[in-house]
């Protein structure tokens, strides 16, 4: 497994501050414990992080983390991130040669509707904000788990959870 370490940039330690941005319990949980020394390995002994990964991609997407460059076992090109997605998102379609907006606004959309409708308008606000800054399929994969969560933790998304799911990886 490639060990990347991470580092928290300005805007990560003012989030750490101000709680601004709305990230979840679980982002804020792990770039907490971002601090520049921590391998990928002991970050995911975290609790209740399913998919580090994704959160770290989120995380280094929005401009909370970035990698550290002077540890040699730290891997910090795009070409790293992109075999990390690789290994760690097969449960996702592969993503086609040109971007397609029709599935990235159905995704877009399927995932914040669901949202309002399991948890109401304001049961998983932070998430749907999170989801609507989104401007790529690999952004989107990284909220995955999280969705996933909120909805699996209402009664009618135990019923069906699954059929969700299936329906939305067709087409993130």
């Not at 370490?5 to 414990?33: C, D, H, M, W």
């Not at 599935?103 to 949202?115: E, I, Q």
């Not at 788990?145 to 009618?156: D, G, K, P, S």
Request: net charge positive.
């Amino acid at each position: 497994m490639i060990n990347i370490i991470f580092s928290k940039t300005p805007k990560g330690f003012e989030e750490v501050q101000t709680k601004a941005n709305g990230l979840s319990r679980v982002e804020r949980s792990v770039l907490i414990y971002v601090d520049g020394k921590r391998r990928f390995e002991e970050l995911k002994t975290l609790p209740r992080v399913d998919d580090l990964s994704g959160i770290l991609r989120f995380l280094e997407t929005g401009g909370y983390i970035a990698p550290v460059n002077n540890s040699p076992t730290n891997i910090a090109t795009p070409s790293a991130a992109k075999q990390i997605s690789d290994a760690d998102f097969r449960l996702f379609r592969e993503l086609p040669a040109t971007f397609e907006p029709a599935k990235f606004s159905m995704a877009k959309n399927f995932m914040m509707n669901s949202l309002n409708a399991f948890k109401g308008a304001y049961g998983a606000t932070h998430l749907v904000r999170n989801i609507e800054r989104c401007q790529t399929h690999v952004e989107l994969r990284a909220l995955f788990e999280a969705w996933h969560e909120e909805i699996a933790n209402t009664q009618q998304g135990q019923k069906q959870g699954k059929d969700l799911r299936e329906k939305l990886l067709a087409v993130i």
